[in-house]
């Protein structure tokens, strides 16, 4: 069986290969093309790939099936014009120019762009959903202007997912050196793309919908394991909390005043003399009994770690990492020393496997004492004495300097959108070698494709301002969509002071989105949940409540997200992309398939519009039922994020604890008429879920005339939830004549037009059936 062809014409080498039945991985170079090796790409092969390759004079053709759609891709011959399709004949990509154009600034491709295309994903961006008619520069860049119109950011995946009327692809282009899309801006039907390496090396995925190229990207660049049930928590960060006795303060205020809350971070202050791996030792004395203290409230401890190591004679992590050639050199071998937070500064260079392993060991000074999990910052890389005040290498180091094993150097040009990932990488190397049987957390600023692997991805220095809220939506769905579903960003806002009215608005959104942390920057007010007064207090408590509330669902959607590779937040053009009103939507979202999420996004609003999309939807609040394909105006006095549940959807709650370790025994099925929901569930904490320690428990509802039957399945898997309480809750249902569970009548209470059941467990292996008759 072959699933390969390859071709050349002087001065143009091109393979085809068929990884999968709707997956290519297309190359073309100048030069006989050689081995290369990715940092992105983990699975090169699907089974049950069938495909064959036929000749003709002008062509080759590679077919292959074994999953619909299948792909049809001919090369001619003569030039290396390339046409993928579908194998009912439906073009996908098509070259506009053949083959490709090399120059010594690297290689591009040119295909056709259909008039009804349009082009999401591309990592992080600013502005809104759709790129089409844009220039999209991949370069990873430590800029904090989140404005619309600002190009490269922090993070660089150079994927975009093209979708049409019944139809859609995706297109990775694994190059970790600058990458460009115009897509559409230049020449309105055509689409180019380009890499600063002598070749281009892409890939092509096809699906019959959107999620389905997402789904299949993600199998690709692998897929987010499961985090920590903490990491879902409330985290409380600023620049910086310093000494102890102000981490502590935190600490108690947050019990004190009973806002819920999992971590509190340590910001640049807590080292000494901004030394990587070290605890200053004046704010910080006794780390590990400030750290044993916290936990026993039920608190964690996340730490920054920058990769500047400052240059200092006589500091272990600098002495060794010079005696192990563990630092980036210029050409001529000798060590690059930039500026950061220490002043001079050596960059490991994290494509040696040996200075990974150094730099995941090192995480020993800081895991030992108990920290939890890990921050990593600036690591584009960032650098204050850069090459150049202008263009690419502003704020980072020069493109000239040498990474990789010896032997096998290159420039940093061309691996440069790399450094965040492979920092990643090597933490969590350290993490899971230090706790094998503990789940890591990472949180990373910097990218690239498959970052997902490795961490929770937060967007960087935002400011404080209602636009820059507006713009998280937007930013977090195409980081979804580009396969990175654990994203967040600093509710209230990093740079300058907040208000108490974005602060609450910041923070109902915040719920609402997987990485759930409050930041602000050095020098700005504080803006931590109190830091307003009683009232405002009691909105933000009550928006950090409600998340702590929606946690088994959010969880069981980080579980599908692991398991799919779907995003946690979707952007509606996921479900509905035949939709029109869907397509560039970018102020509301699902998350999951059952929550609509409408954030307000603007001072004194009390009310916004908001598009719900077909079927029914349930106003969370109120309970009333709207009809789909219709724009509303929802009610969102202060203290109200709108929220609308999918009629049919079953979602399950839990109790508002203070922490994700106190115990959680009671849940709470919230059921929107007949239909459907299922919890996942599992020990939150340990990598046993990867060998079958999970549950899920399904839950269905049935209306009839007169009756509603609602069933509580056993759970599925070999975990066993600790569970005490289910609690049923209709919503909007009148009083009935009588319930039972199993059969025996039960007590039931009516509240706020729901009807609620509280149903004592004491085997968590038998399923449920309750009855309810009447209204
Ligand atoms: O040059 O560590 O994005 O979250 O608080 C600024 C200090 C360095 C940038 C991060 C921000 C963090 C800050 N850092």
Redesign the pocket.
Known sequence: MIRYLSLEIPGCHLSVAALGPNIIRVRVGPEPLAERSSWAVVRQDWPGTRATVAETPEELILTTSGEAPGLHVTVRKRDLHLTIATADGKPVLVDALPGAAFSPDGAAATKWLAPDTRIYGLGQRMGFLDKRGETVTQWAT?D?LHHPGRDAM?QAIPFYLAVQPGAAYGLFLDSPALTQFDLGKTQPDHLRFQTAEAELDYYVIVGDDPRQVVTRYSELTGRMPLPPKWSLGYQQ????YYPESRVREIADAFRSKQIPCDVIYL??HFMDGYRVFTWDPERFPDPAQLLADLRAMGLRVVT?V?PGVKVDPGYPVYEEGLAQSHFMTTPDGAVYVGK??PGEAAFPDFLQDTTRQWWGRRHAALLDPGVAGI?N??NEP?NFTAPATEGLYKGTVPGDLLQGESGRKQPHAMVHNLYGLTMAAATIEGLAARRPQERPFLVT?SGYAGIQRYAAV?M??NNSWWEHLLQSVPTCLGMGLSGVPFVGT?CGG?GGDTTAELLVRWTQLGAFTPFFRN????STRNQEPWAFGPETEALVAEAIRLRYRFLPYIYTVFAEAHRTGLPIMRPLLLAYPDDPHTHNLSDQYLLGADLLVAPVYQPGATRRLVYLPRGGWVDYWTGALHAGEQYIVADAPLARIPLFVRQGAILPLGPAVQHTDEPATALTFDVFGSGTGEVYEDDGSSQDYLQGAWSVTRVTSRVHVGATVVTVAPPVGNYRPARTEVIIRLRGHGVPTAVTVNQQPVPWEQKGGDLIIQIPVTDVGIGLVAEIHGA
Request: aromatic share 22%; net charge negative.
């Open positions: 430590d904090p922090y960060c600023r620049w910086s910001d640049i920054i920058d950061v937070w921050w910052d600036m960032a600023r937060w960087g220095d600093d990093f930041h602000a920057a050095d």
